[in-house]
């Protein structure tokens, strides 16, 4: 079925937004004009269900009843950074008491708590070339023998390797030869793209003061990540002083990217919440339904193969409103160590997320830092070793074999 094309200034009627979704999802993929028009109007409940219902439907064909998690630990290897987002409260400074770069012994101790709980992935997240900012944190890698912080992050991934996790990095803006020497050690690695829209770095937008926040830099990061193929995992940051026609274009890129390189193995959904002590504490995030409806339009916008997630402690109110919205992963969620970047928003348990998947009426199933469709059938996507030891945590079908101590219940 096919509609006219309505104005673009005028409001959608719940009709138009069926017809918009059915199409959608019968393509396969919702287009920029439309999903402009169905994002801007997501604040109406008349909309918004529509969109829920075609991104379910258009999860459920691809990826059928299933939710995946994967059990981890989160390794914040430094907090320090050159950038300084008006959202962020992870980032210190190196005369904050709370300024912290752990040491590879420590990583050890982490990575042997994770392995004794049953985690199989290492999350590194840290700050962006915090030495290019600060010179203590210069003369603290000198003192070790490294002459950046991704060099002596490359040394912290062999540490959780060989102490048997599997590294995910996150550490910003990284270069194509740091991309290749992480990928040693790493099942994926990821950045957020947050926002192609060049207007937050404007004075008195979110990013003034982070360079690496500049579009052009992290579009060429995730190239640079599909030409040396490396899983990678990318994401949209809601409420942040974008347009709805900014989400979407957002959107649009990160599926672009993929198209060309084949390498996007997720997209993550986050909603920024404000923060006390931040710049932006005073603006407001968007509401728990409209984060919903933007996971959905994320869902048809990237297509029914594409793994969508939203992270399931920054919503823990609406984790059933989600679950009608097309996603099929939750992202990391860990047993032991806190969520860093939000530590005001605690993970659920795996067994209240298996609860609450299962009471709405689909299947919480355990992945590693990787998905199953990369590690069983595109071996050019890996460090040989690194394939070698992450095919020991899956049957043949790609399904996790629990650690020892690990069951998903467990929290
Ligand atoms: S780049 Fe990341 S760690 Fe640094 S200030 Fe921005 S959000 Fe915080």
Redesign the pocket.
Known sequence: MSFPPPQDSAPLTRREAEGLVAEAVEDGRLERGPATRLGAGLADESIREPVLEGAFESKRRAKGDTVSVSRNVFIPLTNL?R???AY?T??KLPESPEARTYSLDEVAEVVRGGVRMGCIEALFCL??KPEIAHRSHREWLRRRGFASTAAYLVEGCRVAFEGGLLPHTNA?ILSGDEMAALRRWNASMGLMLESTSPRLRGRGMAHFY?P??DPSLRLRMHEEAGELRIPFTSGILLGIGETAEERVDTLLAIRDLADRYGHIQETIVQPFHPKPGTPMRAYSGLPDPEVAGWVAIARLVLGPEMNVQAPPNLAPEMLELLLRSGLNDWGGVSPITVDFINPEAPWPTFRELRRRTEAAGQRLVERLPVYPEYLLSRPEFFDAKVREVALRFVDASGSVLLRRGATVEAA
């Open positions: 950074c950038d300084r987002c962020c992870f980032a700050g962006d910003g982070a690496d926040k």
